[in-house]
């Protein structure tokens, strides 16, 4: 089959969790099918190119500073996205792959299909209600943005394939029947995880809480630096380690300064090896995670996979189907729990493993898109 992926932002030049179970499922299905990725074009991009056999179309040239604007995607850069998905008639695809977000382009999307006759998947991360629409665009432009995402969404025929039960149950509101709904996300690499189990999973773990993800507003960095205090306080032998990049990097490091806490709390940026982030998280005792936004939060799965507990706020939006597995306290609390797991005996009471298992290993793509695209 040819089958074609669309999102704006591509991994490994750009990590996030949708970029990420996106990247790993075409390069599973381009094992047999011709695949193409149509994208936006970051530095270290050429146009037109094949990594793990995918024929990349990348599109107008952006950045995580033109992508991003105070930690927000900017409608410009959607809108670029949107016109460069009109690449879509040069070719005849068999079936066509998006993520809902960043939503601009699903117009021309279910055009390209409704006019081929082509199978169209829509993957959904996160659903968002009119209430976080106007938090994220303003009053007027939210209202506009959550009526056209439900339009988008709903007009013409497709599948969706969600990530967990909660978004499921969050498509079904808007009017979506259940018949045309799959939950999916195996976002864990079995093999890779068995690897850094087998490398690094037997060093002694450190007093150490680790964080990794996008510095922005959202993920509240400055409550998990607060957090870490609290404990430090208690513990002055604690360490704490953040990955990652982003607006948000600078003012935590002066924040980190401000409290005292240089030296004891260290930033570095993403990895370009997974390998890499594997042996620190095994290094940690603990991750922590205070978003106020997320969707599945593949690294709290990583971080699960790797057999280190994650504590979570009780305010977290990550779904059931992943909060379930981890420690979800009162923000209040989360210092005391990060000090209890670490001296604890055991780290797998923290744990419940069961659930982990569905989130494993790329392996089942072909067979759920091979269920998928022969209905």
């Known amino acids: 089959m040819r089958i074609a992926f669309l999102y704006d932002m591509p991994y490994p030049w750009h990590k996030g969790g949708i970029e990420q179970m996106m990247t790993n499922e075409a390069k599973e299905l381009a094992k047999e099918n011709e695949v193409h990725f149509f994208t936006m074009r970051l530095p270290g991009m050429e146009s037109d190119f094949t990594a793990s056999r995918i024929r990349y179309h990348a599109g107008p040239e952006t950045t995580d500073e033109k992508t991003y604007r105070n930690g927000r995607r900017t409608v410009s850069e959607a809108f670029l996205y949107s016109l460069s998905c009109l690449g879509l008639f040069r070719y005849d695809f068999d079936a066509v792959v998006t993520d809902i977000f960043p939503v601009l382009h699903l117009p021309i999307v279910r055009l390209y299909c409704a006019l081929n006759g082509r199978r169209l998947i829509l993957k959904a991360s996160e659903v968002w209600d009119e209430k976080y629409w106007r938090s994220y665009l303003g009053a007027f432009l939210g209202m506009l943005a959550y009526h056209y995402f439900n339009f988008c969404i709903l007009s013409g025929r497709a599948g969706y394939v969600a990530n967990t039960h909660e978004t499921a149950r969050k498509l079904e509101a808007l009017g979506i029947p259940a018949s045309r709904i799959e939950v999916f996300a195996p976002v864990i690499d079995n093999d890779l995880v068995k690897k850094a ?32 205090f609290q404990a430090y306080r208690h513990d002055s032998s604690l360490r704490g380690l953040i990955i990652g990049e982003g607006p948000e990097a600078e003012p935590m490091k002066n924040l980190v300064g401000n409290l005292g806490l240089g030296g004891k709390i260290e930033f570095r940026n993403f990895y370009s090896d997974k390998m890499d982030l594997y042996r620190e998280i095994l290094k940690s005792a603990v991750m922590l995670q205070m978003s106020e936004r997320e969707g599945l939060s593949i690294i709290t799965l990583e971080s699960l996979a790797l057999n280190t507990p994650v504590i979570l706020p009780k305010y977290t939006p990550i779904p059931e189907d992943v909060k379930r597995m981890c420690v979800v306290e009162h923000e209040a609390d989360i210092p005391k729990s990060i000090l209890e797991i670490i001296y604890g005996r055991s780290r797998k009471q923290y744990i419940r493993k069961k659930d982990r298992l569905r989130f494993f290993s790329t392996a089942s793509v072909k067979e759920f898109y091979k269920k998928l695209l022969d209905r």
Do not use: H
Not at 211 to 221: A, C, M, P, V
């Open 197 to 228: 189990l087998a490398k690094y999973g037997r060093g002694k773990r450190e007093k150490r809480v680790i964080f990794s993800g996008r510095l922005i507003k959202e993920k509240s960095i400055e409550k998990w630096i607060d957090a870490f």
